[in-house]
């Protein structure tokens, strides 16, 4: 016959039984084949919580002195809630700036906090593009590269559509600017970049789509804004059609600037425009950066040291190169023969530089705009994009 299996809690309810009916510690230790201390602990627990102090006690200790306390819970959370487009790295480099004197926890343990209060949610991975290598300019120094776009517009509560212009410059990710306009044209436009260029200085460069107003559709790729641009020394950089990712910055802030100030849209026109205002002081001031180090915008920011001048200066050209006047039709005479270049340049001057093979780069200042071909009777686009 096989021996009869008891369970620990079993035992210990047949002890204390004995002990009850007169058993001395001693004869139970002899019984039970456990020590009187166990016997003593038993029988103490008995006293004090009946039988279910004859259960098992959890072992895990009542504090940890690395436990996160409950305040800083709190205020992880509550800064959570005020920044929900936040991740925990950018929490709590935003807490640490804020309030340094607090213990903050880790970022895992951070996570895990917010993740157990719902207030993360699941996002689907990414596929990872290769970085663009279009000789544009590098981007590693304030106002070396301004990217402007219109973020996709959006109609506002009453019915009227916000195209939300945004400027901002490539190296210190700074929002220049962010201004809700009822049109994307060059005279609803223009106002607002003078106002950048008089308020931070002159970048050297400014880095767009191929849309309007930036770009223009004939062969110099050229448009109101971009000529003017020229003239001011600032070099137009644009992307190529449909490769937004070469403009990546920009349009990674144009997520970010979409969650937090346009779902769901204002009620009107001033208060969209009050929320961009708030949103553009809490991404330069508040909001630290990943690849600034969890820096700042405006901690790294500062402006040009080119002002905007008060009186264009025409362009002007090296020795040696041949200097036309294009005509009012948009064209220009060169060897007895006339060739269209673009009617927003008439009456400016563009310089002939002699290449190869009959062909001639044609240039407005320092910027190419086209190559014209005398065997071919035109002028067509650079093949080497600028």
Request: hydrophobic share 30%.
């Amino acid at each position: 016959m096989p021996w009869r299996k008891t369970e620990p809690m079993e035992e210990r309810l047949k002890l204390i039984a004995d002990w009850l009916n007169s058993y001395t510690v001693t004869e139970l230790s002899v019984i039970y084949g456990v020590s009187r201390k166990t016997i003593y602990k038993w029988i103490e627990r008995y006293n004090r919580l009946g039988p279910d102090g004859l259960k098992e006690f959890s072992r895990v200790p009542f504090n940890h002195p690395n436990q996160t306390g409950e305040e800083v819970i709190d205020r992880l959370v509550d800064a959570k809630r005020l920044h929900m487009g936040w991740g925990p790295e950018k929490l709590l480099s935003f807490l640490n700036q804020r309030q340094p004197e607090i213990n903050w926890p880790s970022v895992c343990t951070a996570e895990k906090w917010l993740k157990r209060h719902g207030l993360v949610n699941a996002r689907r991975l990414r596929q990872r593009v290769p970085p663009y290598s279009q000789p544009f300019l590098a981007c590693d120094e304030p106002n070396k590269v301004w990217s402007a776009d219109y973020k996709g517009q959006f109609k506002t509560g009453d019915g009227r559509w916000c195209y939300p212009l945004t400027m901002t410059d490539n190296m210190s990710r700074y929002l220049l600017t962010c201004k809700g306009l009822y049109s994307p044209c060059y005279a609803d436009t223009r106002p607002w970049f003078e106002w950048a260029f008089r308020e931070f200085g002159l970048p050297e460069a400014i880095r767009t789509d191929n849309g309007t107003p930036f770009a223009g559709r004939g062969v110099t790729g050229l448009s109101r804004l971009s000529v003017w641009w020229i003239k001011l020394g600032i070099r137009p950089e644009r992307i190529e059609s449909g490769k937004p990712q070469q403009n990546g910055r920009h349009e990674r802030m144009h997520r970010t600037l979409k969650q937090d100030t346009a779902k769901p849209p204002k009620a009107s026109m001033d208060r969209q425009q009050r929320r961009f205002d708030e949103f553009r002081h809490e991404y330069n001031y508040d909001r630290p950066h990943e690849a600034l180090d969890q820096k700042t915008p405006a901690s790294v920011y500062e402006p040009s040291h080119r002002r905007f001048p008060e009186k264009i200066r025409e362009p002007e050209y090296d020795h040696g190169v041949e200097v036309r006047t294009v005509r009012h039709g948009g064209e220009i005479g060169f060897k007895s023969s006339y060739y269209f270049v673009s009617e927003l340049l008439a009456g400016e001057k563009v310089g002939l530089v002699e290449a190869a093979d009959g062909k001639h780069e044609i240039r407005f200042g320092f910027h190419p705009i086209g190559m014209l071909d005398v065997r071919l009777g035109k002028i067509v686009p650079k093949s080497t994009k600028v």
